[in-house]
């Protein structure tokens, strides 16, 4: 039998689709509740065997019931059906199932459970006899099998908002505890937040018969409150320091927001967050059809939902009574198996009164099942002996088997608060240890209602009084427990001669079994226990299944019970939280500021595609018809080193130091010496951190004698700023100023053998060898406005740096680019830019990664021994002096054609396990040397490895492959060509130098005329 909608009770009614069929809701409805209602028992499958799966719960410890809502952009995946508020024109899905739900080839790991128990991947593929690259060819399957739904590819079409909001109180969860609390602390006059998850306030109460009559006076109070103000469908997800608290709030459909993030900052926080049923773990508890009790419940009464006709309830506690009496009162078959010998006389009078039949001493021990569903069809139970025994006695006919083993508070919140949770021997469920968080009703571990709002009034006075609001007296709390019979501390149920499955974790199969072989393999910590058998993972978090887990394992450790364990550390988000919301209205084009170069629309007009790159847009490359980035860059890269290119370089990080110690201050950052350099002259150097590993390269030119302007990487430059403040303050005083000036400042770089004649075109001023010698540095005009020129080559050849005020960008682009197209060049971009400096062996952000020393750099005369500086005492260290350590090296392919990526890690031959020699940093498609090639770190560098095969072993791409290894710089070793000497430009494939010179018949260096 199926679920039904009970009746005598009409509200709106709401269409929705559910795998594609048409289905009818009601207001006030949840997802599960509308599909119990129109008998849909199936909903999904489970993560690894597949098995058929139910609705189990009625809010966020739903381990079953996950479903994709939404179509296209609007699609997510795992949403727990029991929380998911019912709109008009809902559609939901079910998941993690192929090709269909009903017929699911993925059941097939369902007969092989046996095989696939905790940890089996590890052991089948993993190991000596598999070997790495086995457990790599499975790997890519099992991360491909696992995960639950499928996200979307598609934008986003929804808005986020973010919001900070302050107030002297937050609440968290408007139930009984929480209403009182929130009305207590803003009565003695604080300013209250009270945020429920919800989306309508009451908690246990709607789910209660009597509970309108509590409810109706506290919820009218609260609303006519002017301190408090109510958020529903708003989840307290995580606590922070300083009082911080993350709110995410649901909006309603059709309004321009679709969720809203609120940072609240509060002088104190309430938990009332409730508690969460546990479930039995019995042969075949996963069934549908096998949900808690007061689930169940909540169907029923708040909902108006029968879950089924003949409903079985077991107990452990007292409160799976009212439940099945409120069942029994909607007119179903209602028997309630009490594991206790001794039932409650209270309680079960008003269960037998209701309709009840109250069976005490009985067990639950296998769910039977049958059908398309795979859902309940009868309970084979038995007579309970203790210690979770029981002899197989009876079938009892069912489609609903609802239980319950006990209560947990949710003390998520107060755990986030670094209050650890304590265990009660006498409630059988840990509470919320001392700390800053306020816990308060079912959080604190107290039961029934009346005792409920009292302990919500006890810590609004407690929170007022903290607040220093009032100064009244602290009102009596309420005690935890408030059942009249105690609980029974059975947790797992044992049958002799049965081998059933017992799932402890329903969202990922894990059984009672997986954890005792957990305990067997020695992972018997509860945060490895978690991580082996995935116990409490995802979107579950231990919620249902959690200390269930916990008690076997402690059964199997031979210890008196969860306490002796302890749990694992609770960390935001306590449910999930979606990413649009952590975004907000930053979305799409508008996630950072768009900063273009003073030269963007000059290079947009010639065609440029560009490229994010260090928070800047700049020209990636310029293409001719019908060429892509690899064709594109390597002709580019091809000009430049034929004849002369022309690139924006704006985006160099700028500082003047100006100051009669501005010399002495740049020795103390600079490794190599700066108060040497002469005016006019500009000098390559190294910035190091304290600790003696580089942190940026760069160029210091000289001014005048108390003027400097350096420059950085694009990737460092906000971060040079912050380095050059911090080490002024602490190394000072000095009688400098640091002046950022990257955007005051744009550039272009002319590099080629054509340079000086394209720069001299588009100048009156003397650019000859003589005049502007290599790193020299010149005041000139060029295309008519006022420049700064260096002779500075990133390239590896003759290169002009020309520096102009970003009014003069445009001047200088269109004189500069007809030049160089009048020399036979033209424009190149930054892969290009990249290739060239790979070809040169010259470094960025991809080798100075925060690794590297001078020393492994090859830059170890770089450290000067005149003079202290910024990570000198450090680098010595004997560590960072290792010979063996991994150094900068050039790679070229043993073969022809092979191909190979950074991030690739380096082995010797015939060892391709482990973490290897080395890595490869940056790679390009050269031009001039004809094969992709390759800057990258191997143990003990070019002197110990030169001439040596090494295997590039790439395992995102599947890939080996055999580099030998050469010096980092491919081409010119002796600089000659940036330095503008013809005798020494000679290369190979370039015999007679006329590559400098611009000759068209030797112009064509090896792979060229494939560019």
Known sequence: MTGFRLRGRAETPLSFRWNGTAMTGQAGDTLSAALMANGVRLVGRSFKYHRPRGIMAAGEEEAGALATVGEGGRRTPNLKASVVELEAGLVAASQNHWPSLGFDLGQANDLMGRFLTAGFYYKTFMGPVAGTRVWMGFEHLIRRAAGLGAVTTAPDPDLYEQVHDHCDLLVAGAGPAGLSAALEAAEQGADVILAEQDFAIGGALLSDPDGAATLAPLANAVAAHDGIRVLTRAQVFGLYDHGVAGVVERLPAGGPVRER????????????????????????????????????GTYAVRHGVAPGRRIVVATTNDSAYAPAAALATAGLDVTLLDLRERAPEAACAVAT??????????????????????GVTGLLCGRHRGAGRALPEEKLAADIVAVSGGWSPALHLTS???????????????????????????????????????????????????????????????????????????????????????FVDLMHDVTAADIRQAKAEGFEAPEHMKRYTTLGMA???????????????????????????????????????????????????????????????????????????????????????????????MREAALVRASVGVCDISTLGKFMVQGPDAAAFLDAMFSNLVS?????????????????????????????????????????????????????????????????????????????????????????DDVSDAALPFLGVREMVVAGVPARVARISFSGELAFEVHVRPDDAPALWDALAAAARAEGGGLYGLEALDILRVEKGFLTGREIDGRAT????????????????????????????????????????????????AGALLHRLGEETGRGVGWIASVADSPAIG??????????????????????????????????????????????????????????????????????KGSRGKGEGAA
């Open 261 to 296: 993030l609120r940072l609240v900052r509060s002088g104190g926080i309430i938990a009332a967050t409730g508690a969460i049923e546990r479930p039995l773990v019995f042969g075949d508890n996963d069934r549908p059809g096998v949900m808690g009790a007061a689930a169940a």
């Open 353 to 374: 009164e209701a309709g009840v039949t109250v069976r005490p001493g009985m067990a639950p021990i296998r769910a039977l099942s049958g059908g398309f569903s795979g």
């Open 416 to 502: 986030h608060a670094r209050a650890r949770p304590v265990w009660s021997d006498d409630l059988l469920c840990f509470l919320p240890g001392e700390g800053e968080v306020i816990a308060c009703g079912s959080a604190a571990g107290v039961w029934e209602t009346e005792a409920c709002l009292a302990s919500g009034r006890a810590a609004g006075r407690r929170a007022a009084i903290a607040l220093r609001v009032t100064r009244r007296r602290p009102l009596k709390d309420a005690e935890p427990g408030g059942w009249e019979t105690p609980p029974l501390p059975v947790w797992e149920i044992h049958a002799r001669g049965r081998s059933d499955r017992k």
């Open 539 to 633: 979107t579950d978090q231990g919620k249902a299944g959690g200390v269930s887990g916990l008690a076997i394992m402690a059964e199997a450790l031979g210890e008196a019970g969860p306490g002796a364990l302890g749990t694992t550390t609770f960390r935001p988000p306590y449910a999930p939280v979606s990413m649009g919301v952590f975004a907000g209205e930053i979305t799409g084009e508008t996630w950072a500021p768009a900063r273009p170069t003073p030269f963007h629309a000059r290079a947009e007009a010639a065609g440029a595609v560009f490229v994010d790159a260090g928070h800047w847009r700049r020209p990636w490359y310029f293409p001719a018809a019908a060429e892509d980035l690899r064709a594109a860059s």
């Open 676 to 764: 040497t350099l002469p005016v006019g002259k500009a000098r390559y150097g190294f910035l190091l951190r304290e600790d003696g590993i580089v942190f940026d390269d760069g160029t210091i030119w000289r001014l005048s004698e108390t003027a400097f302007l350096v420059t950085t990487t694009t990737g460092h430059a906000e971060a040079a700023e912050a380095h050059f403040a911090r080490w002024k303050a602490r190394l000072g005083p000095f009688r400098a100023a640091v002046t950022p000036v990257t955007e005051a400042w744009c550039a272009l770089a002319v590099a080629g053998p054509r340079a000086r004649a394209a720069l001299g075109r588009a100048t009156e």
């Open 854 to 901: 001078l020393a492994d750099l090859g830059m170890a005369g770089m450290a000067s021994k005149k003079k202290p500086f910024l990570g000198r005492a450090l680098m010595g260290r004997e560590a960072l002096a290792d010979p063996a350590r991994p150094r900068l090296v050039g790679l070229v392919p043993a073969e022809a054609g092979a191909q190979v990526r």
């Open 931 to 1000: 094969a992709r090639i390759a800057l990258g770190f191997a143990e003990g560098g070019v002197e110990a490895l030169e001439g040596r095969t090494l295997m590039a072993h790439d395992p995102t791409a599947g890939t080996v492959t055999k580099m030998k290894v050469r010096a980092a710089c491919f081409v010119d070793p002796k600089g000659s060509r940036m330095k503008g000497d013809p005798k020494g430009s000679r290369m190979k494939g370039d015999p007679e130098g006329a590559r400098m010179e611009g000759e068209p």
